[in-house]
């Protein structure tokens, strides 16, 4: 997996950094084919921007969330990235076909 992080009108620290790849974890341990994951934090006056791109393999996520606190808006965007990677594995594994042997609910 690569990860970039990169900052508009802002530095990004150690810590910061730190703190994503901790966040995103969490998204590796739903998934295994994970490519690539760039984010890019910004700062617009009073307005904290996080925004992330992730390349799976057969689909690309783009997210953004803004908050008043870049650590708020990190969470928050992390919040919507967990459900949005769990909403495509379980689509993945919808489409599977069902032995010949067993019977679907809808049919009953």
Request: proline content about 1%; cysteine-free.
């Amino acid at each position: 997996m690569n990860l970039k992080v990169t900052g508009l009108h802002l530095e990004v620290t150690p810590s910061l950094r730190e703190y994503i790849e901790n966040k995103l974890e969490r998204i590796t341990r739903h998934v295994d084919n994970v490519i690539d994951i760039s984010v890019t934090l910004s700062v617009d006056k009073l307005v904290q921007k996080a925004e992330v791109n992730v390349h799976l393999s057969g689909k690309d996520i783009h997210i953004e969330a803004t908050e008043a606190d870049l650590y708020a808006a990190i969470d928050l965007l992390m919040d919507k990235l967990d459900r949005q990677v769990l909403k495509h594995k379980e689509k993945q594994t919808e489409h599977r076909a069902q032995s010949s042997g067993e019977v679907s609910q809808t049919s009953l």
